[in-house]
């Protein structure tokens, strides 16, 4: 069953990474078919196997032996590793099936994100209604039996939980604009936390945000020392924090509650 799981991982890490290649430029993943995007040749289906055939053909294309960049062998390898963990976690249930549609939202808008600064409302906007499906889900799973007013208030707490990590990424980006008279943060990275806030709730998303934010701060600060000064300094230094709440919720996802709870104990 792992094995399966595996394998339907990597076609869909390999759908993924057309998804990565197009949505951030407004592009159908439908049409054109895949193609190298130096010379135009259409990718044959034996050059489109996930893994085997980048590196059977070493990174290049077939016609014209332009590059292809490790991004796709990565992308794939990297979602079938966590299925594969989302199995090992969480089983063969309707919580492993969860973590892997979340991994593969978290996954693919976390390495958009890294390319183009950018979050499509393609992943974000249905990523937020996924997360709110599966709050309802969730508590139908926990009690089958359960009233009807119990399921609206898992959801309710979904859309609330959303609502306020969304706020709070808007108030961020208000607060610097009316410091700075110019945005520091997208208006994808307020639906992203949406998003994020949807599927992981009130604490596991604490931990997503605190993670996401010391990450940020050191990546940017270690930026600064290596060689920002040349480039202006911190003043015009760019992260993509939808990369680092990506990855943050990836990890909250699996771990979250648990690292609140164990933190809550130290107030208690």
Not at 42 to 71: K, Q
Not at 211 to 223: K, S
Request: with cysteine.
């Amino acid at each position: 069953m792992v094995g399966l799981a595996v394998l339907v991982a990597l076609l869909l890490g390999s759908f993924l990474n057309v998804c990565i290649a197009r949505l951030p430029a407004h592009r159908s993943i439908v049409r054109p078919a895949s193609h190298c995007p130096r010379c135009g040749a259409p990718i044959r289906p034996w050059d489109n196997v996930p893994l085997l055939s980048w590196l059977l053909l070493r990174g290049r294309c077939r016609a014209c032996r332009a590059r292809i960049s490790v991004r796709y062998p990565l992308v794939e390898l990297g979602y079938a590793a966590l299925v594969a963990a989302a199995l090992w976690r969480f089983g063969v249930t309707l919580e492993g099936a969860a973590a892997a549609v979340f991994c593969f939202l978290a996954l693919g808008l976390l390495v958009m994100d890294l390319e183009t600064m950018s979050l499509p409302d393609a992943f974000t906007l249905p990523g937020l209604a996924l997360g709110l499906g599966w709050n309802l889900v969730a508590a139908m799973g926990r009690a089958p039996g359960a009233p009807f007013r119990a399921q609206s208030l898992a959801l309710s707490s979904g859309a609330v939980a959303a609502g306020t990590w969304a706020l709070l990424l808007l108030g961020v980006r208000w607060a610097y604009y009316a410091v700075r008279r110019r945005h520091g943060l997208g208006a994808g990275d307020v639906k992203l936390a949406a998003m994020l806030g949807a599927w992981l709730g009130f604490q596991a998303m604490a931990v997503c945000f605190l993670l996401a934010v010391l990450a940020a701060a050191a990546v940017g600060a270690a930026a600064i020392a290596w060689g920002g000064r040349r480039a202006g300094g911190w003043r015009t230094l760019r992260l993509p924090l939808g990369s680092f709440l990506c990855g943050a919720g990836i990890f909250a996802f699996f771990q979250g509650r648990q690292l609140f709870t164990w933190y809550m104990k130290f107030w208690t």
